[in-house]
T-cell receptor, first 113, second 114 residues
């Protein structure tokens, strides 16, 4: 069983469209994250949810709206897609505590044309 | 603020060569430190971690020691293989209860030649 799974793996869409990425974890963790990886492989945190509550929002444009229906799921909806949104988006989860590691999904490669 | 600095790549080595990838950090308090590896087209996988000063993390022949005095967590491997070719990320975990986040370095691409 995949620990952290994201869908879709690839997403190609036109500028101005709205799209969603889904993430599910079966590890029983209480915290989930979205990270963005740019073309130079730089990873930047976007959001963090702890027990379904938004904890971290790292100055992400409000076109990006995360939603956590329960502790096991964290979805990312993006409105009015722009060329600069093209990147790989990773979902991750962890159990609260600074000594614990994060587990990552396989990533969703978003290409905006 | 909290940050991680790691050496720029790419690093190109011959098989069986010794590997060092440097990583230093800036953090308030005592963060946990991690090395993650990303193979092409895949997500990040934890390679090793250390949670307090002088701890040594090790896995698959890779090692890193948490050095508080030099704020470093350098990754080493005695003899690399072609299959070790990947991007390696140094990271730290920082925050307070319920607000932890993982801060990553810029990644170092390793290419091992047969």
């Amino acid at each position: 069983d995949t620990a952290v799974s994201q869908t879709p793996k690839y997403l190609v869409t036109q500028m101005g469209n709205d799209k969603s990425i889904k993430c599910e974890q079966n590890l029983g963790h209480d915290t989930m994250y979205w990270y963005k990886q740019d073309s130079k492989k730089f990873l930047k945190i976007m959001f963090s949810y702890n027990n379904k509550e938004l904890i971290i929002n790292e100055t992400v444009p409000n076109r990006f709206s995360p939603k956590s229906p329960d502790k096991a799921h964290l979805n990312l909806h993006i409105n009015s897609l722009e060329l600069g949104d093209s990147a790989v988006y990773f979902c991750a989860s962890s159990q609260t505590g600074k000594n614990t590691e994060a587990f990552f999904g396989q990533g969703t490669r978003l290409t905006v044309v | 603020g909290n940050s991680v600095t790691q050496m720029e790549g790419p690093v190109t080595l011959s098989e069986e060569a010794f590997l060092t990838i440097n990583c230093t950090y800036t953090a308030t308090g005592y963060p946990s430190l991690f090395w993650y590896v990303q193979y092409p087209g895949e997500g990040l996988q934890l390679l090793l971690k250390a949670t307090k000063a002088d701890d040594k993390g090790s896995n698959k022949g890779f090692e890193a020691t948490y050095r508080k005095e030099t704020t470093s967590f350098h990754l080493e491997k005695g003899s690399v293989q072609v299959s070790d070719s990947a991007v390696y990320f140094c990271a730290l975990s920082a925050g307070t209860s319920g607000t932890y986040k993982y801060i990553f370095g810029t990644g170092t691409r390793l290419k091992v030649l047969a």
